[in-house]
């Protein structure tokens, strides 16, 4: 902790930090739950002075590490949203998963932090995985609405490289009506879709700072941190960073980069992409769009109408030809 500690202090100076500047904060990334909560107290102490009074203070968990007195502990600090990462309720498909909790500890989890008084809770599903089927993520969402939740993440599986699946990449499914089938389960119950894999009655206001390109600290081994036109990057190596934690590379994006950066974010979010932001031939191929009705406009900015097609949308905007 000193030596992300050490990174932050350098970090708010950078950034230059005032007084209830900082409108969220989100512990997340490994398994903050495996942290006992008296650890994080000088990183909120540090941080204290520049929360707003109404800042969004999330942290990420799993259910098996986030017991009543872990919860009980981030309560005190401060924390007001729990992100549990739940991924199904299907113990074989957990056990597929190499998660190691089971669908009782995440339901008791989640009962345990309302319980509390945690003002928001959300919680990630898994789909596309190998053997997934509409009757299996529906008995997931079913079971998600049972449970005092705001909102839901639901992410497709990725392979990553070094990854547990690596190896047997096989077990991703390549189906896109489950993708659609999820996204309409959800919101039939009632939850917005705001992003491509966010739905709830409360939408995050960490997720759309990120969706916004607003300025945004990230302190920790691989974490990313953004700056006007700048990404830091500091060193993913733990060891390195707890040697060195001033280890920090940057990027410098172009005003191109910049730009498909904004229509990206903008078409996979409700965010939406300000109008006069844009050149003329963008703007031309929006509007043309807008006659074919894929997008929409609404004071001053485009919408996207399906954010399943942001990729195909995206690309066609930022066609030269």
């Given at each position: 902790m000193l030596a992300l500690y050490s990174q932050l202090s350098f970090e708010l100076t950078r950034f230059k930090a005032s007084k209830q500047s900082i409108d969220t904060l989100f512990i997340g990334g490994g398994t903050p739950s495996t942290?006992?909560?008296t650890l994080y107290k000088p990183i909120f102490d540090l941080l204290a002075p520049y929360l707003k009074t109404d800042a969004e203070i999330t942290t990420e968990a799993n259910p098996n590490s986030a017991?009543?007195?872990w919860l009980e502990g981030m309560w005190a600090l401060g924390v007001n949203r729990v992100s549990f990462g739940v991924q199904s309720f299907d113990s074989t498909?957990?056990?597929?998963?190499?998660?190691?909790h089971t669908p009782s500890q995440a339901l008791d989890a989640i009962n345990h932090a309302h319980t509390l008084g945690f003002k928001h809770i959300s919680l990630d599903i898994i789909y596309n995985f190998q053997g997934d089927t509409q009757a299996l993520l529906e008995s997931d969402i079913n079971q998600a609405f049972s449970l005092p939740i705001d909102h839901i993440s639901a992410y497709e599986l990725t392979i990553e490289d070094k990854t547990h699946f690596a190896k047997t990449p096989e077990v991703k499914q390549e189906n896109d009506k489950l993708a659609l089938f999820v996204a309409e389960s959800i919101q039939k119950r009632g939850?917005?879709?705001?992003?491509?894999?966010?739905?709830?009655t409360y939408q995050s206001r960490h997720n759309q700072g990120y969706w916004k390109l607003e300025n945004y600290i990230g302190a920790g081994a691989g974490a990313v941190g953004f700056l006007e036109r700048t990404r830091f990057y500091p060193t993913p190596n733990i060891d390195t960073f707890i040697t060195n934690p001033l280890t920090i590379t940057q990027e410098h994006l172009?005003?191109?980069e910049l730009l498909t950066e904004r229509i990206f974010l903008g078409l996979r979010s409700n965010i939406g992409i300000v109008k006069e932001t844009l050149p003329t031939e963008i703007k031309e191929n929006c509007d043309f769009l807008v006659e074919k009705k894929k997008l929409d406009i609404k004071n001053g900015r485009y919408y996207n109408k399906d954010f399943f097609l942001t990729d195909e949308v995206a690309l066609f905007l930022l066609k030269t030809t």
């Open positions: 942290i006992h909560p017991t009543k007195e498909k957990l056990k597929a998963l190499n998660r190691s939850f917005q879709q705001y992003e491509i894999s966010n739905f709830g172009t005003s191109d």
